[in-house]
């Protein structure tokens, strides 16, 4: 039920003329040159991570199928860091905030969580990959084929960009207030939903659909994976062999983990228990800490990625050399 004072919508030019103010860390006046080099620089480390991942699995004539992944999953971090780090860091540089247009808030949004979901539905294919190499070992090349791993990735992304498309859409549907200002750092879609003049839960139904189909179900899928990884693991008596299994899902469940937990923090709630400053400190740790976690984490407990970052620093010594 539409507030008093909210915008119509005329679709003919209303849409084009609206823009939104992020306001960022409009609050933290003092420290905003501190903030600004440390996102800086965070995502400059960042950024050089997952190059350095993505050079060195496409240089690797011979891929494994979790190499392959890897790559796919560094991709999705650098277009996270296209998509958020210009307008974070121009809200850090501009006094009062910076504006985004209708259109680039909505694109903004849409690109974010379509990225996301499809990096949770990669998780899965990953776990699954996890689960066809301890559990059936011997077919593991039949059924991880090139091309199905190819078909793999590819399905991730359209279900990413399918679902967030739909949330998107019904999000910029509905009437905001007059009062544009969306107190964050980005088109997150808790800030947006807080400025729709609404007064009951009907907007928030586009997200819960949209947690359910990105995180819940992907969630439970991996879960469903790795109980049966720990029933195959169960028999096995040495402690070596266990060891070895257990050591090549570690990452994994790290990653898992880390994803997980913060996007069920921000999205899995209702609007009322809504709190911008929580939100922009959890978003904070969603969009640069676990971005800069995810190459440390598999440099250093993959063993092939390991070995391939090892063989690409041996051929640019040797290049050097020559």
């Known amino acids: 039920m539409p507030c008093e004072g909210c915008m119509?919508?005329?679709?003919?030019?209303?849409?084009?003329?609206?823009?939104?103010?992020?306001?960022?860390?409009?609050?933290?006046?003092?420290?905003?040159?501190?903030?600004?080099?440390?996102?800086?620089?965070?995502?400059?480390?960042?950024?050089?991570?997952?190059?350095?991942?993505?050079?060195?699995?496409?240089?690797?004539?011979?891929?494994?199928?979790?190499?392959?992944?890897?790559?796919?999953?560094?991709?999705?971090?650098?277009?996270?860091?296209?998509?958020?780090?210009?307008?974070?860091?121009?809200?850090?540089?501009?006094?009062?905030?910076?504006?985004?247009?209708?259109?680039?808030?909505?694109?903004?949004?849409?690109?974010?969580?379509?990225?996301?979901?499809?990096?949770?539905?990669?998780l899965v294919a990953m776990s699954y990959d996890r689960y066809i190499a301890v559990c059936q070992p011997l077919h593991y090349v039949a059924v991880m084929s090139e091309g199905f791993c190819l078909r793999l990735a590819v399905a991730c992304c359209l279900g990413g960009f399918a679902v967030s498309l739909g949330l998107t859409v019904a999000v910029f549907c509905l009437p905001f207030c007059q009062s544009h200002h969306i107190n964050h750092f980005f088109c997150d879609v808790p800030a947006v939903l807080h400025l729709a003049c609404t007064q009951n839960y009907t907007p928030e139904l586009p997200l819960l659909a949209a947690c359910v189909l990105l995180l819940l179900l992907p969630f439970l899928l991996i879960l469903t994976s790795y109980v049966c990884i720990t029933a195959a693991l169960l028999p096995v008596t040495s402690s070596v062999g266990r060891g070895k299994a257990l050591s090549t899902c570690i990452s994994h469940l790290a990653i898992t983990l880390l994803h997980y937990?913060?996007?069920?923090?921000?999205?899995?709630?209702?609007?009322?228990?809504?709190?911008?400053?929580?939100?922009?400190?959890?978003?904070?740790?969603?969009?640069?800490?676990?971005?800069?976690?995810?190459?440390?984490?598999?440099?250093?407990?993959?063993?092939?990625?390991?070995?391939?970052l090892m063989k690409m620093l041996r051929r640019k010594k040797i290049a050097q050399v020559n």
């Open 261 to 308: 937990g913060c996007a069920t923090f921000m999205y899995v709630r209702p609007k009322s228990s809504y709190s911008p400053a929580r939100d922009k400190m959890v978003s904070l740790v969603y969009t640069n800490i676990t971005p800069l976690l995810y190459p440390l984490i598999y440099s250093l407990r993959n063993k092939e990625i390991r070995g391939v």
């Open 8 to 122: 119509e919508r005329d679709n003919r030019s209303t849409d084009a003329t609206v823009e939104f103010l992020l306001l960022g860390f409009s609050e933290l006046l003092c420290l905003r040159v501190l903030l600004f080099l440390i996102f800086l620089i965070v995502h400059l480390v960042t950024l050089a991570g997952n190059v350095m991942i993505f050079t060195a699995v496409i240089m690797e004539p011979s891929r494994s199928p979790m190499l392959f992944f890897l790559c796919q999953l560094s991709v999705i971090e650098l277009c996270y860091i296209l998509v958020i780090v210009p307008k974070a860091l121009l809200s850090l540089i501009v006094v009062d905030g910076s504006t985004i247009s209708f259109t680039g808030c909505a694109a903004q949004m849409h690109l974010f969580v379509a990225l996301g979901g499809a990096e949770c539905f990669l």
